[in-house]
């Protein structure tokens, strides 16, 4: 029996409303002595600290860097070792791309095919508004076809995804990239006698592109990798009883909340607008997380001081979730992104949960360090569901 | 590999000894900024926690709260979501019935028959004397029978359990009970091919009773649920190659120990004849599981004071453990049961450990945010056997 199975059983559904705001790449490692955390001035988290009880979080294992996928699912309580999001449908989800149940995506290059030889596989980088006009130019060719029905997304520069749409489609294919300038492009091939299907149709695709993309001078070609079919993954209505609302700003967040089952919101650009996106859906939900970005961002961009800056931001609006007396309420992170590191890291996550049936701890600042000594220790960012739903009121007895 | 397998592998016996004192649902949540454990004065407590390395312990996972089955299951080193103990056992072992391996038992209700229907399933909650008198009269009828031999078992009010003994029983069997006053009896129905035996057992029973019953003006009819047969479960003895004594006044405590290969003893219901019986029987065993009530049953019931006096009791008996000189001493709790919450919770158990090989941390007084900052951590209770048995020189090195 694991949490997936036990959940089913041992869930119950309730009125109290749990709110988990996920500042992305909270975590950080110190500069001249301090982390981006301890750096900056948080008097309203460092007061959550106090009132509640607090802990350090491992997205999947210690040492383990996740993407933006494990390390999610993590918190949502799915084990990030047994569901696997593929690239493609991750980067469709980013792309906000619509995928359904049966849909085949793929990551997708322009490149430049010259006699019979990929000689760029990014066709020059062209500029976004080219591959915008290049993805319309096969949207047209295609639009007739219905089965499969063949749609292409623009990316930024060179990339695109592509998403087929048909019955008996399987995503167990090798990638169709020769991953080297030079060598003539590669068909996909089925790993699967299931994906036999999935290749052929990928194949006459590659071949149809060709011939639409014919007279362009450098993006004439397409290659494709990472195909995913939209995974089998329990939602989170049906795992936890739950009518859960994903509340963020960007495309990728939003596509995951969704295929978790989520309800999500048209939410502008603004941080305000995340919570004023939560008080205006409050009355409908048990359940909200609520996904901030910037911290993540300015951590990818090595700006230390953004990354104080935009965790000041967020700081601001925890009063608007204090207003609305969520009957539980958690601050943590997706994974570390340390300025110092440009990038996501295995660090781990502050965490923080206040609740009138938590047992508070002497942390009174929420910092990494100051979270490591809390009541909660450390512990896999997957136990943090069922403390969430603990907490909530909404888990029963295991067990006589 | 997991603990079970390893344990068998570098288990040795030796002369040293373990004591194991469980109180009962000892951990709670704050009432006017202070736990039950936080309010008592416990000076003998905090003596051992000064002495000794402490910790907290997860019995389940974090945010489950467990039955007291799966609770002390993980205490003696079974993996509790590995291991599940049906209802019926457990309501068998509490009634004090004996059960043995292939014996089929259910949790039993006299209920009222009218005209075809179950007018009331808890036959207007008879007194305690009348269900004795019914079991007696429904044994009495049963008793010329060898196979199956039938065994009813007088509870509270209505309440009753029943025992079938007979070769090839299985429980995987549907609750023979409507659940609803009004419907009609249901016969049990199998679950699988091999519980067919047993499904024709019980309801050739259920046909008995009501023939049986007859003549009474109340409760003339049996339900039944929670068909669980002995489960099969490995022995400490086996796993740990210890001479365990289980010693407990509660009837379900005593029948978990003896399910588990432990030797028990007919406890008195005073807290001095736990220490009696542990001080009489000391030179015969190796391991000691000494179970405490009182606190559990004061949490049930809401009430904080109960529940510290219950802890101020416990701790007055410290210094007769101390006496012993046990090898090993761990003093901790199976579950959390707050008084602020009325029953068992997924709050972490504080857990302490005296021994000449502890590392003693700076732990000075035994509450469970004291031990919250100990050095064994926040851990899973299932790892407490194997840190029991390795500060009693009882295991061996794993690998070369």
Redesign the interface.
């Known amino acids: 029996?694991?949490?997936e199975e036990?959940s089913k059983e041992?869930t119950i559904q309730t009125d109290s409303k749990i709110v988990l705001l996920v500042i992305d790449g909270l975590g950080g490692i110190p500069v001249r002595g301090k982390t981006e955390l301890e750096a900056a001035e948080t008097r309203n988290l460092d007061r959550l600290a106090l009132q509640g009880t607090c802990g350090l979080t491992d997205p999947v294992l210690m040492g383990i860097t996740p993407g933006s996928g494990p390390a999610h699912l993590g918190l949502f309580g799915y084990d990030p070792l047994r569901h696997v999001l593929g690239r493609g449908i991750l980067e469709a989800l980013g792309s906000d791309v619509e995928v359904k149940e049966g849909d085949l995506v793929a990551r997708g290059n322009f490149a430049t095919l010259k006699d019979g030889l990929i000689t760029d596989r990014r066709a020059g980088r062209i500029p976004t508004s080219e591959c915008e006009r290049l993805c319309g130019l096969l949207n047209a060719a295609l639009a007739g076809r219905k089965d499969p029905e063949i749609t292409v997304f623009a990316g930024k520069e060179h990339r695109f995804v592509v998403r087929f749409r048909t019955s008996g489609l399987a995503d167990a294919l090798t990638d169709a990239d020769p991953q080297k300038d030079g060598k003539p492009p590669i068909p996909t091939a089925p790993l699967a006698p299931e994906a036999a299907k999935a290749s052929a149709v990928v194949n006459a695709f590659l071949t149809d592109a060709i011939q639409i993309l014919k007279a362009e001078p450098v993006a004439n070609a397409a290659l494709l990798r990472g195909f995913s079919v939209h995974p089998s993954i329990p939602r989170m209505p049906d795992l936890y009883k739950l009518r859960p609302a994903g509340i963020a700003s960007y495309p990728m967040y939003k596509g995951l909340a969704k295929l978790l089952g989520m309800t999500t919101y048209k939410v502008g650009p603004e941080t305000a607008d995340l919570f004023d996106t939560l008080e205006a859906h409050f009355a409908e939900h048990d359940f909200f997380y609520v996904h901030y970005k910037k911290t993540d961002a300015a951590g990818e961009d090595g700006n230390y001081a953004a990354k104080v800056a935009a965790i000041e931001e967020i700081d601001a609006f925890i009063p608007r979730l204090e207003a609305l007396k969520p009957d539980v309420l958690v601050v943590t992170a997706d994974h570390s992104t340390p300025a110092a590191l440009h990038g996501h890291s295995w660090h781990p996550n502050p965490f923080l949960l206040v609740s009138p049936?938590?047992?508070?701890?002497?942390t009174g600042v929420f910092t990494e360090r100051a979270c490591g000594?809390?009541?909660?220790?450390?512990?896999p960012s997957v136990?943090a569901?069922?403390?969430?739903?603990?907490?909530a009121g909404k888990?029963?007895?295991?067990?006589?």
Request: without cysteine.
């Open positions: 029996m694991n949490w036990l041992l049936t938590a047992l508070p701890d002497e000594g809390g009541l909660l220790g450390r512990f136990n569901m069922p403390l969430m739903l603990a907490h888990l029963k007895k295991y067990g006589a």
